[in-house]
């Protein structure tokens, strides 16, 4: 399985981004995907994270009425509409994939992408 995460930029404090993850190659029957985060000097944290249907989606305290995690099965990718961002959601942002349902916890993740840096200048 390869995941690649795009969409990453340079914006200003208040603007928008959308992050993809597309996969490719043999994976899970049912795939949830979660979008986690690591700003430098600190612990990669849970972003957002949606199951094979779409319907349960998980998100963090912080980013909760602000990120919209969507996905469209017949092209294998999952986005993360990322509006009203903070400086503070500066990080590199991957997306990873595990077996049937969505997940908080980053040790339950099996594939992980190369991640996509988000820089938010205020």
């Known amino acids: 399985v390869q995941l690649q995460a795009s969409g990453g930029g340079l914006v200003q404090a208040g603007g928008s981004l959308r992050l993809s993850c597309a996969a490719s190659g043999r994976t899970f029957s049912s795939p949830a995907v979660g979008w986690f985060r690591?700003?430098?000097g600190q612990e990669r944290e849970f972003v957002a994270a949606i199951n094979w249907s779409g319907m349960v989606t998980y998100y963090a305290d912080s980013v909760?009425?602000?990120?919209?995690i969507s996905r469209d099965n017949a092209k294998n990718t999952v986005y993360l509409q990322m509006n009203s961002l903070k400086p503070e959601d500066t990080a590199v942002y991957y997306c990873a994939v595990r077996a049937y349902s969505a997940s908080y916890s980053k040790s339950d993740y099996t594939y992980w992408g190369q991640g996509t840096l988000v820089t938010v200048s205020s």
Do not use: D, M, V
């Open 64 to 68: 909760k009425g602000r990120f919209t």
């Open 38 to 40: 690591q700003a430098p």
